[in-house]
């Protein structure tokens, strides 16, 4: 790999400091303890562990879609947990969003309407401004032929692109992904997979964004600028770059 | 289209049969609660207007509503009396033409005399009780409808001969007389006087026309012996629902007894507030009814929708959004069931306008429907309402679901 390993220095896009999470209930149980993360501009982060070690959870805490118990989420060196529910919600609507391991598109709408579901949500562009970016990003992901279908009219690496799609619609900060190639074959994770690197290296000059993701791949993880090891809730010592 | 707009609508056409279900709910109730109000104030007016039409709207009496004051009761604070006859009262409202001038100088309306008098009808050999109501051909129309009642000959026909008699249709029909035929008359006190039949009424009320006869004034009061009687005045004014504030008033000028139709039908007019009550519980019943079927649509959707709420809503859709969208499909729900209802309660009100309704008490007649935009604008809002207080609360439940809770039993 030609990048630099390090990661390139400025203020954090996203950053925890001492989060904890913990849920009540019948039997109270630690998801995350202690995290202090920080993910620069332009970088592509990977976070790896084993299964129930609390790498979804952690990027729930990111991705604001949780809060934690304790410590403080910064997203844009903004501190997030005084904010309100709308205040959140906004926030990820603007600067963050979500690819998950199952597409989760809505399925009454066609690809082109998922995409454009965040940007109507956002309400900054007009409809022909939405349509015409929408038709971009879906053309750029090689889905150009497939705006008008409805998510149960494609495949499941067409289905997890346009998620990716509807990922960059409002043109994010931080892309949070949890095992985006999971349910892919090998060529399906590939192409995702280049597609998500292409994405942070081609942000880098202007809009500089960060990706972290989620996986057990460890020849995915390796394609990372950095990788990030949970273990048991807790971040463990950087394990070696292995390339 | 805006966002909400659009997700409300492709929810509401996924589940077609459903909202279909729905829709019918709103508008049976809708449809049902327009058919029964526009019956029930249709026969309701109907009815006053028939009882408006076939009385007096205020008839004042030779009655006094207090025995007259003895002079002890004007002189001392407190008396007591034994044993006292009242003295026999002429019957009759003294200087009744006087009284008469006096309420026309002031009254919107029309004031004629008439003399209440019973007498027996001897025809054929047979006796039959009537009352017979003299009264002044001129003046008769402006108080009450007997001129366009009269089936055979005309009002005017009294002044053709010396005696002339017009009787109710069951009246003549009872004792067997036509036009032309000479019944004998016999008084309260025996006086027997022959009259003409000259033409024949017919009031629909079927306990009015086998009971009544008109006379001029003149002869009923040969037939009660007593010339220049006149015991009820007879008042009709142009705002018939302002008759009672009439009648205290001219009670208070004349002293004599004056009962406003309304008065006198008190129990009935009772009787309609609670028909009223009653038909507004069964119209609420039947939209409360129709509105759990938009409950129950609004929650199976919310609840089939859980994970199109939990990505929206992590896609950063505010909750307030999630919610318009839910209260946006029960409303739409609502409009088309309250528009289809509008269509359901005309038709229906205009098949019931075609039903044929016997009475023994009436001639028969069609059921009187009342066309009023209030009965539809009134179900529409209630109907309207209901469905979106209906939407509310599964709306409000799906705005405050927690996106993490799906996600990560999903993944
Ligand atoms: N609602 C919950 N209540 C109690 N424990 C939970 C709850 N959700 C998650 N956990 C526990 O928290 C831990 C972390 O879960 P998490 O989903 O973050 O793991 P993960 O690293 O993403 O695992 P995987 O690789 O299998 O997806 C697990 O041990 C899990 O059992
Ligand atoms: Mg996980």
């Known amino acids: 790999m030609s990048l630099p390993a390090t990661a390139p220095q400025g203020r954090p896009l996203i950053e925890t400091r001492g989060v904890t999470r913990v849920i009540g209930g019948d039997i109270p149980a630690t998801l995350v303890a202690g995290i202090d993360f920080a993910v620069q501009p332009g970088e592509f982060v990977a976070v790896t562990g084993p299964s129930g070690s609390g790498k979804s959870s952690l990027l729930y805490l990111l991705g604001l879609l949780d809060k934690p118990t304790t410590g403080e989420v910064y997203v844009d060196g903004k501190a997030t947990s005084e904010l309100s529910e709308d205040a959140r919600a906004a926030l990820r609507l603007s600067s963050l969003s979500f690819v998950f391991q199952f597409h989760f598109l809505l399925p009454e709408f066609t690809a082109m309407d998922n995409v454009m579901l965040p940007m109507r949500a956002l309400g900054k562009l007009n409809d022909k401004e939405m349509q015409a970016r929408a038709l971009d990003i879906l053309a750029s992901l090689g889905l150009g032929d497939h705006a008008r279908k409805r998510p149960d009219q494609m495949s499941g690496g067409q289905r997890q692109r346009v998620a990716i799609a509807r990922a960059l619609a409002n043109d994010p900060l931080v892309i949070l992904a949890d095992e985006p190639t999971g349910n892919l074959d090998t060529v399906s994770s590939g192409q995702v997979l280049s597609i998500m690197r292409n994405l942070v290296d081609s942000s880098r000059t202007d809009h500089a964004k960060a990706i972290i993701i989620v996986t057990h791949d460890l020849d995915l993880a390796a394609k990372a600028d950095r990788r990030v090891h949970i273990v048991d809730g807790r971040i463990e010592a950087p394990a070696p770059q292995d390339d | 289209m805006s966002l909400v707009l659009s997700i ?332 289809a209802g509008w269509a359901l309660g005309y038709a229906m009100s205009l098949g019931m306008g075609q039903v044929e309704f016997k009475s023994p008490f009436m001639d028969a007649t069609r059921l009187p429907i009342l066309y009023s935009p209030t009965h539809y604008l009134l179900a529409g809002a209630v109907a309207l309402a209901a469905s979106a207080i209906a939407g509310f609360f599964p709306a409000r439940k799906a705005a405050s679901l927690q996106p993490v809770d799906i996600i990560r039993g999903a993944s």
Not at chain 2, 227 to 233: A, P, Q, S
Not at chain 2, 261 to 266: D, G, S
Not at chain 2, 310 to 333: D, H, Q, Y
């Open chain 2, 8 to 339: 409300a609508l492709t929810h509401i056409r996924a589940r077609l049969r459903q909202t279909l279900v729905g829709l019918l709910g709103v508008a049976t109730g809708v449809g049902f609660s327009v058919m029964m109000a526009a019956l029930m104030e249709g026969s309701q007016r109907d009815f006053v207007s028939q009882l408006v039409d076939a009385l007096p709207h205020i008839s004042v009496s030779d009655q006094r509503r207090e025995p007259p004051p003895q002079p002890a009761e004007d002189a001392f604070d407190a008396v007591e009396i034994h044993g006292l006859t009242t003295p026999v009262i002429r019957p009759g409202i003294k200087n009744p033409y006087a009284i008469i001038a006096s309420i026309e100088s002031w009254l919107p309306g029309a004031v004629a005399p008439s003399v209440q008098s019973k007498a027996v009808l001897r025809f054929a050999g047979r006796d039959t009780a009537a009352s017979v109501v003299g009264i002044d051909p001129r003046r008769e129309p402006n108080v009450s409808k007997l001129a366009t009642q009269i089936v055979a000959g005309s009002l005017n026909d009294l002044y053709k001969s010396s005696n002339a008699i017009i009787l109710g249709s069951g009246l003549a029909k009872r004792i067997g007389a036509r036009v032309g035929n000479s019944v004998t008359m016999v008084g309260g006190n025996g006086r027997t006087m022959s009259a003409t039949v000259v033409a024949l009424s017919r009031t629909g009320v079927n306990q009015l026309d086998e009971n009544q006869a008109h006379t001029l004034i003149k002869t009923a009061q040969i037939l009660a012996g007593q010339t220049g009687l006149v015991n009820e005045i007879r008042v009709r004014t142009h705002d018939a629902m302002g008759a009672r504030e009439i009648a205290q008033r001219i009670e208070a000028e004349t002293r004599y007894k004056s009962v406003s139709w309304l008065e006198a039908n008190e129990d009935l007019l009772s009787a309609f507030q609670v028909r009223n009550f009653i038909m507004f519980a069964v119209v609420g019943a039947i939209l409360l009814v129709a509105s759990f079927g938009t409950y129950n649509i609004i929650s199976t959707i919310t609840h089939e929708k859980t994970r199109d709420i939990a990505i929206m809503k992590s896609l950063g859709m505010p909750a307030r959004t999630v919610r318009r969208i839910f209260v946006l499909e029960a409303l739409m729900i609502g409009v088309m069931g309250v528009i």
